[in-house]
């Protein structure tokens, strides 16, 4: 191995603890609404629904994990796409997971004065108009405190994650003591009937639901300290904590609110869906907007116990639906950041305000859609949406990869999904091509059953796709068929600029800021040389240190000037071939190389200069200290035709 990618981007600090706990707290945090809305068109077959829809999750996150893993950089399936493909699918997959950003946004705030409905005093928050005030209540200062600058806290996520895992173990543990009756949840299946096929298979296309947050995986890959491994095994942890979770809630929930025919608590929005059947829950009815609460109202506690469970779970889904809501918009934020800075969204996404540094507008743009679904007050709708945007993310992802096995076979695969087949010369996983047949049969449900997906997926598909055509034409970015032979392009969007030693002044940042203009991006890479008589493993704590305080402080000035950046700090036993290497990764069309503070070795046109030249994976543009001008010309490299 040549070098190893070992920061890129963010500062990579996360650990598989982080991860975990980050994930959990996305993907977990949906169990406190897609319970009752799942329940409702399964009945009792929602504990079978949620470990089918289980399974597609586990093979998703396996399609997750191999392409984070290669690609640890914000974007997810559509990082995964640009990769695989080109920018326009690229866009179609960001576009496609920006609705389950926006969905997961408004999700999650809807339901936080659901939970809090249990306080006295609180109650009519769980019916409309007050929670859609309260929703929109959520979400207006979670966008005024992360305009001001709200992060994310991994040791709250952390803490909240395992408290909150914790409390779903325990409430499946007091279920299956006190209700648990395998009889019962046998004998209230009538399949066919109850549910209706119809409805068995529009539980199925909604119970994707309960996997929101994948996507935050792939997002805080660029934190890891080591995507390769800790990616991989957070994914692993994740799928067993929430497939464990979900089919024991859904079992205990179903003993104790078990399916009723012609009950109380039968719910006046399924009256159309089962007025022949005639047969519901509690969980899809009364409690359909808060079930963890219904769960904990069934089980036979009683008195100051029964008050004090329910008070609990009370503010603690309320505050784990608060963190998910607000990694909902650092998702979108991160998400909008990389489409603008890939040219697929107009820089405005990627505009900092001006005091605080931080997307604004992305922030109230997509806050302001997030309020208008609130204003929907229907949890259905929110729930089939979400159902079509992700997916058609993640079946987007499957053949990202897929294709990536084809197209590049050679590049290093930290992690590989397992069950491969030799298809003409590639090595395909049979993970990804299941997951991938089977999100996609799901989205084709998602649209043909749910009206919703129809008349606000597909217009939201198709007005981001033309406005970004046309946005792309109004920049004159669209790549045409037909060039001359002797077309030479001499407008650059995207320069790489490789930094060695002491360089905080970031001296070649300005130079290659002025090739690329406002619009560009730079890429500036620390290269750290490893000792042939070293491990690229090996220590050198020190030099790792102090190029990840050159990088942070290239980041400062390159934000303070409005340069567009993302860097990172490769370890390498050959800079010239490692540095072409991610030029070509990167998609770079110039390479500005400054030897000012270049080792002695390469103050001219040393080994790693003379590798650029020869390779010329792009333009390479050369300059050296004390250098006339015309001879700094005379360096540049025009790339092979």
Same mark, same amino acid.
């Given at each position: 191995?040549?070098?190893?990618?070992?920061?890129?981007?963010?500062?990579?600090?996360?650990?598989?603890?982080?991860?975990?706990?980050?994930?959990?707290?996305?993907?977990?945090?949906?169990?406190?609404?897609?319970?009752?809305?799942?329940?409702?068109?399964?009945?009792?077959?929602?504990?079978?629904?949620?470990?089918?829809?289980?399974?597609?999750?586990?093979?998703?996150?396996?399609?997750?994990?191999?392409?984070?893993?290669?690609?640890?950089?914000?974007?997810?399936?559509?990082?995964?796409?640009?990769?695989?493909?080109?920018?326009?699918?690229?866009?179609?997959?960001?576009?496609?997971?920006?609705?389950?950003?926006?969905?997961?946004?408004?999700?999650?705030?809807?339901?936080?004065?659901?939970?809090?409905?249990?306080?006295?005093?609180?109650?009519?928050?769980?019916?409309?108009?007050?929670?859609?005030?309260?929703?929109?209540?959520?979400?207006?200062?979670?966008?005024?405190?992360?305009?001001?600058?709200?992060?994310?806290?991994?040791?709250?996520?952390?803490?909240?994650?395992?408290?909150?895992?914790?409390?779903?173990?325990?409430?499946?543990?007091?279920?299956?003591?006190?209700?648990?009756? !395998?009889?019962?949840?046998?004998?209230?299946?009538?399949?066919?009937?109850?549910?209706?096929?119809?409805?068995?298979?529009?539980?199925?296309?909604?119970?994707?639901?309960?996997?929101?947050?994948?996507?935050?995986?792939?997002?805080?890959?660029?934190?890891?300290?080591?995507?390769?491994?800790?990616?991989?095994?957070?994914?692993?942890?994740?799928?067993?904590?929430?497939?464990?979770?979900?089919?024991?809630?859904?079992?205990?929930?179903?003993?104790?609110?078990?399916?009723?025919?012609?009950?109380?608590?039968?719910?006046?929005?399924?009256?159309?869906?089962?007025?022949?059947?005639?047969?519901?829950?509690?969980?899809?009815?009364?409690?359909?907007?808060?079930?963890?609460?219904?769960?904990?109202?069934?089980?036979?506690?009683?008195?100051?116990?029964?008050?004090?469970?329910?008070?609990?779970?009370?503010?603690?889904?309320?505050?784990?639906?608060?963190?998910?809501?607000?990694?909902?918009?650092?998702?979108?934020?991160?998400?909008?950041?990389?489409?603008?800075?890939?040219?697929?969204?107009?820089?405005?996404?990627?505009?900092?305000?001006?005091?605080?540094?931080?997307?604004?507008?992305?922030?109230?743009?997509?806050?302001?859609?997030?309020?208008?679904?609130?204003?929907?007050?229907?949890?259905?709708?929110?729930?089939?949406?979400?159902?079509?945007?992700?997916?058609?993310?993640?079946?987007?992802?499957?053949?990202?990869?897929?294709?990536?096995?084809?197209?590049?076979?050679?590049?290093?695969?930290?992690?590989?999904?397992?069950?491969?087949?030799?298809?003409?010369?590639?090595?395909?996983?049979?993970?990804?091509?299941?997951?991938?047949?089977?999100?996609?049969?799901?989205?084709?449900?998602?649209?043909?059953?749910?009206?919703?997906?129809?008349?606000?997926?597909?217009?939201?598909?198709?007005?981001?796709?033309?406005?970004?055509?046309?946005?792309?034409?109004?920049?004159?970015?669209?790549?045409?068929?037909?060039?001359?032979?002797?077309?030479?392009?001499?407008?650059?969007?995207?320069?790489?600029? !490789?930094?060695?030693?002491?360089?905080?002044?970031?001296?070649?940042?300005?130079?290659?800021?002025?090739?690329?203009?406002?619009?560009?991006?730079?890429?500036?890479?620390?290269?750290?040389?490893?000792?042939?008589?070293?491990?690229?493993?090996?220590?050198?704590?020190?030099?790792?240190?102090?190029?990840?305080?050159?990088?942070?402080?290239?980041?400062?000035?390159?934000?303070?000037?409005?340069?567009?950046?993302?860097?990172?700090?490769?370890?390498?036993?050959?800079?010239?071939?490692?540095?072409?290497?991610?030029?070509?990764?990167?998609?770079?069309?110039?390479?500005?190389?400054?030897?000012?503070?270049?080792?002695?070795?390469?103050?001219?046109?040393?080994?790693?200069?003379?590798?650029?030249?020869?390779?010329?994976?792009?333009?390479?543009?050369?300059?050296?200290?004390?250098?006339?001008?015309?001879?700094?010309?005379?360096?540049?490299?025009?790339?092979?035709?």
């Amino acid at each position: 191995m040549m070098a190893r990618l070992t920061e890129h981007g963010l500062r990579r600090s996360v650990g598989v603890s982080g991860l975990f706990a980050t994930a959990y707290g996305n993907v977990g945090s949906s169990i406190y609404y897609a319970l009752g809305l799942v329940a409702a068109h399964a009945l009792g077959l929602t504990p079978l629904v949620f470990v089918f829809a289980g399974g597609l999750f586990a093979l998703t996150a396996k399609t997750y994990a191999e392409g984070a893993a290669m690609f640890p950089e914000a974007g997810g399936s559509s990082s995964f796409a640009r990769h695989a493909f080109n920018d326009v699918v690229s866009f179609f997959a960001g576009w496609a997971l920006s609705l389950d950003y926006i969905l997961t946004i408004a999700i999650s705030a809807f339901f936080v004065p659901h939970y809090l409905s249990a306080f006295p005093g609180l109650h009519a928050l769980n019916h409309n108009p007050d929670d859609i005030f309260g929703g929109l209540i959520v979400v207006v200062l979670l966008a005024a405190l992360n305009i001001r600058g709200l992060g994310e806290s991994a040791k709250l996520n952390f803490v909240l994650a395992i408290l909150d895992l914790s409390t779903q173990i325990l409430l499946v543990g007091i279920g299956c003591v006190l209700v648990l009756s !395998p009889s019962l949840l046998i004998n209230q299946v009538h399949l066919g009937s109850v549910p209706s096929w119809r409805e068995l298979i529009f539980a199925l296309s909604l119970a994707m639901l309960a996997y929101t947050g994948i996507e935050t995986v792939a997002n805080m890959a660029e934190e890891s300290r080591d995507p390769g491994r800790e990616v991989p095994k957070a994914v692993n942890l994740v799928v067993l904590a929430v497939l464990g979770v979900y089919a024991g809630i859904s079992v205990v929930a179903l003993s104790a609110l078990p399916i009723v025919h012609h009950a109380a608590g039968y719910s006046p929005a399924l009256k159309e869906t089962f007025k022949h059947a005639g047969y519901a829950t509690g969980l899809g009815g009364f409690f359909q907007n808060d079930p963890v609460l219904g769960i904990i109202s069934r089980l036979g506690l009683h008195g100051t116990v029964l008050k004090l469970a329910t008070y609990y779970v009370g503010i603690l889904a309320a505050t784990i639906l608060f963190i998910a809501t607000n990694a909902g918009m650092i998702g979108i934020s991160r998400l909008s950041w990389s489409l603008a800075e890939h040219r697929q969204l107009p820089s405005l996404f990627s505009q900092l305000h001006s005091k605080f540094r931080t997307p604004w507008f992305t922030l109230v743009f997509f806050s302001c859609l997030a309020g208008t679904l609130i204003l929907y007050g229907n949890t259905e709708v929110l729930g089939n949406l979400y159902s079509f945007g992700a997916m058609l993310s993640f079946t987007t992802a499957h053949a990202a990869v897929i294709a990536l096995r084809k197209k590049d076979p050679d590049r290093e695969r930290p992690y590989r999904m397992p069950w491969n087949v030799r298809i003409r010369g590639a090595d395909i996983p049979m993970t990804a091509v299941i997951g991938g047949i089977g999100t996609g049969a799901a989205w084709v449900a998602v649209v043909v059953l749910h009206t919703e997906a129809r008349y606000v997926g597909i217009p939201w598909m198709i007005i981001g796709m033309g406005g970004y055509f046309y946005y792309r034409h109004r920049q004159g970015r669209i790549e045409r068929p037909e060039r001359p032979a002797d077309f030479e392009a001499l407008e650059y969007r995207t320069a790489l600029v !490789p930094i060695f030693g002491d360089d905080v002044s970031a001296s070649a940042l300005s130079g290659a800021a002025k090739l690329i203009g406002a619009e560009g991006v730079v890429y500036a890479i620390f290269v750290l040389p490893v000792p042939s008589q070293l491990s690229l493993e090996a220590g050198l704590e020190e030099e790792e240190a102090q190029g990840r305080s050159v990088l942070e402080s290239a980041r400062i000035k390159a934000r303070r000037a409005g340069i567009k950046i993302h860097t990172g700090l490769i370890r390498t036993r050959n800079p010239g071939a490692s540095l072409v290497e991610e030029a070509e990764r990167v998609g770079s069309d110039v390479i500005y190389w400054s030897t000012i503070h270049a080792p002695a070795d390469e103050q001219r046109i040393g080994p790693t200069a003379a590798y650029l030249l020869s390779k010329r994976p792009c333009r390479v543009i050369i300059e050296t200290q004390n250098r006339p001008a015309r001879e700094r010309e005379r360096a540049q490299a025009p790339a092979p035709a």
